[in-house]
């Protein structure tokens, strides 16, 4: 696409709108900006001075005519101000097509699904960055935008960098071109109802990130995972297909006799993997299947393995107060997730959860609460999500509250886990908000 002179709206700021701005910017756009925040002043005084046009989120300013919108991820798909510029036709992308579109051919690894995705990605990166030394980078939704990694390492004149990016699917839904050379769907589970409007709707988004592969682009399949066999029947995949598994051993990537395998080769050994839990089981044969794909020796995968201890936020070790080990799984934001952070213990858990409201059924998580000694419920949706998983759960109001009350009725061998099943947006700006006071919070006990 031609960018100098078109019109072109940003909705929502962010760091990535911001990183949109500025490659807008630098391919001589006419950049408007809604926003429906109030902006920093050092913001709004560079906004000004590139020439940004800035209007707040009234539904007149999506009246107007442009050439291209590039949308925050966090603007639901379902809003009305979506649904004004989608009745007139108007082009709506996010940073990760704007990034794509203007850039030389990278190596491109996109990685999604509902859980898992950032110790994947961040796995996958350490991987590459073994391999490959400073031509491997990492971005995304795990934190940086790729258009600010475009900005950096100057991807439209430069190529043939390797990209781990975590991929969300509000980012893939407005996927017109992106191609990564490898991709997989972790898993597939209920989240983000009140975004996307169905299950049907988020799952189908999921399965943009493979639409434009082929040939020999290479898809890693979850052979395991009921609901992706379902949908990539709906929609099939046009390019290789390698699958793994943990329950069975007639895939391209497989568990035997305490090693992993990958295309019927003795890869890695168990006794490398730190991480706790059958999860990241499933996430670790994920990346060194990609490895492989991108030819990384065994030593190397070996090495990286053997030091990865995982990603803040994602069942990650706070401290030890006598006795009781305290778990931050801020990250847990759907009941898939605080199921997997459960079912790696086995007794004594003091789960904390709450948070926003997004309506999730806790029916599921039920069945796995056998290593559960009480629940506290916190914030907003903290009384109907604890209530709703058994009778007589602690209710309070605060996360600090959650905390004291959790360090009370601990004893030595318990596990104080904040695993809250929900996004954080009642009271915090992100989960990384609500985990990093989580932890401030143990760490003055």
Same mark, same amino acid.
């Given at each position: 696409?031609?960018?100098?002179?078109?019109? @072109? !709206?940003? #909705?929502?700021?962010?760091?990535?709108?911001?990183?949109? =701005? +500025? @490659? /807008?910017? +630098?391919?001589?756009?006419? =950049?408007?900006? *809604?926003?429906? +925040?109030? /902006?920093?002043?050092?913001?709004?005084?560079? !906004?000004?001075? #590139?020439?940004?046009? =800035?209007?707040?989120?009234? !539904? *007149? @300013?999506?009246?107007?005519?442009?050439?291209?919108? @590039?949308?925050?991820?966090?603007?639901?798909?379902? *809003?009305? =101000?979506?649904?004004?510029?989608?009745?007139?036709n108007i082009p709506i992308i996010t940073e990760i097509e704007l990034a794509y579109d203007i850039s030389k051919p990278q190596h491109y690894i996109a990685i999604t699904g509902t859980n898992g995705k950032t110790t994947t990605t961040t796995l996958v990166y350490e991987l590459l960055k073994k391999a490959f030394k400073e031509k491997a980078l990492v971005g995304g939704n795990i934190g940086t935008p790729l258009c600010e990694l475009v900005l950096e390492h100057d991807l439209i004149n430069n190529d043939g960098y390797y990209i781990s990016l975590e991929i969300s699917n509000h980012q893939l839904v407005d996927i017109i071109n992106f191609r990564p050379q490898i991709s997989t769907i972790i898993n597939l589970t209920p989240d983000h109802l009140e975004t996307m409007g169905s299950l049907d709707a988020y799952y189908k988004s999921k399965t943009e990130v493979y639409r434009n592969m082929k040939d020999d682009d290479i898809f890693i399949y979850n052979d395991d995972d009921k609901i992706l066999h379902e949908y990539t029947e709906k929609y099939p995949i046009n390019c290789k297909i390698q699958t793994i598994s943990l329950d069975h051993t007639n895939t391209y990537s497989y568990i035997k006799d305490d090693y992993m395998y990958v295309n019927n080769e003795k890869v890695l050994p168990l006794s490398c993997i730190r991480l706790v839990g059958k999860h990241n089981r499933q996430n670790i044969l994920i990346a060194i299947s990609i490895a492989k794909a991108l030819n990384i020796s065994n030593e190397d995968i070996i090495d990286v393995i053997d030091n990865f201890k995982g990603v803040e936020h994602r069942i990650e070790f706070v401290r030890e107060i006598n006795g009781v080990k305290y778990y931050n799984d801020s990250k847990g934001t759907n009941t898939d997730a605080s199921i997997t952070a459960l079912d790696s213990f086995e007794k004594g858990v003091i789960l904390l959860v709450g948070g926003y409201e997004k309506g999730l059924d806790m029916s599921e998580m039920k069945k796995h609460l056998s290593c559960v000694k009480k629940i506290i419920g916190f914030g907003a949706a903290g009384k109907r999500i604890a209530s709703d998983l058994i009778d007589n759960p602690i209710i309070v109001n605060t996360l600090d509250e959650a905390v004291l009350e959790a360090s009370k009725l601990a004893t030595s061998g318990d596990i104080v886990l904040l695993s809250p099943t929900t996004s954080s947006f009642d009271q915090y700006s992100s989960y990384e908000e609500r985990g990093k006071h989580f932890k401030q919070l143990v760490n003055k006990l």
């Open positions: 696409m031609e960018y100098k002179n078109k019109k @072109v !709206l940003v #909705i929502g700021l962010a760091r990535s709108g911001m990183a949109a =701005i +500025k @490659v /807008l910017n +630098k391919l001589g756009a006419n =950049i408007f900006l *809604s926003e429906k +925040k109030q /902006l920093e002043e050092k913001d709004r005084k560079y !906004l000004e001075s #590139i020439g940004v046009t =800035i209007y707040n989120q009234d !539904l *007149s @300013v999506f009246e107007k005519d442009y050439d291209l919108v @590039v949308k925050n991820p966090g603007v639901p798909p379902i *809003s009305e =101000i979506v649904k004004k510029l989608q009745e007139r």
